[in-house]
Structures are given as C-alpha cells and as structure tokens.
C-alpha cells in the first residue's frame, strides 16, 4: 500500500483543497492528511482561523479522499510523520516549491500546481477580513 501525506490549514474549505487532496490522493492508496492545529496557526503562523481544528478536521475527514487526519503541531514534525506513518510520497502546493526537499532522503516529494483562481486568502480579501 502506498501511502500519501499531505499538510495544511485547510479553513474555508473550497474546491482547490478538494483538487489537491484529490490529486494526491492519485499518487497512492492511501491519503493522510496532517492538520494544522489552531494553537500552530496563531503562535507559528499568526494565522486565526475562522473554523476550529475540530471543525476542520471534521470537514476533512467527509472527504471521500482522506483516510487519515493527524495533528500538525510544528514545523518539525514532518521527519518523525513520515517514518511513524511509513509515507511513501509528500505532496504540497507549488507555493512552497522546494521548501520541503530535505524529505527526499526519506520519501519521494511532490510539489502540485495550484488551482490558480481560488485560494482562502483571496475569499477573505474578498470578504473585506
């Protein structure tokens, strides 16, 4: 079984997370999902998000794509994730090209374009926040 990881905030929920999700969920048998805590979002981030983890991670876990949602809780944990979990491919968004490259000594790292139009900043900016 392969097995596929992937981390984010995913608030506002909207139909480029369910691309990438989808799109990941492609390159295995099996998609983890490591969901940023609200606590990683403001002290790490400074991030405030609109859904708690628990609602996001509620919403996650509807999606036919994800099988699994694990807390992301730092920057640091991605090493440990991939070898607790036995992660055969790391995906993110072309945004953080390169950013995760250190991974490859423990996986194969995939970085997928972006669905260009959406994206929840823009929808906050749109709605005036």
């Not at 790391?90 to 953080?96: E, K, L, T």
Request: charged letters at 35%; a negative charge.
């Amino acid at each position: 079984m392969r097995k596929v990881i992937t981390y984010g905030t995913f608030d506002l929920l909207h139909y480029g997370h369910i691309q990438l999700l989808r799109r990941a969920k492609e390159r295995g048998d099996y998609l983890i999902v490591a969901l940023s805590t609200d606590e990683f979002n403001w002290n790490s981030k400074q991030k405030k998000c609109y859904f708690s983890y628990e609602q996001r991670k509620l919403l996650l876990e509807s999606i036919r794509y994800v099988d699994l949602v694990i807390p992301e809780e730092n920057w640091e944990q991605k090493i440990s994730d991939v070898k607790e979990f036995k992660v055969d491919t790391f995906v993110m968004g072309n945004d953080w090209e390169g950013k995760f490259d250190f991974l490859k000594d423990y996986c194969e790292v995939v970085y997928l374009e972006r669905t260009p139009e959406i994206s929840t900043t823009q929808i906050k900016k749109d709605l005036g926040q």
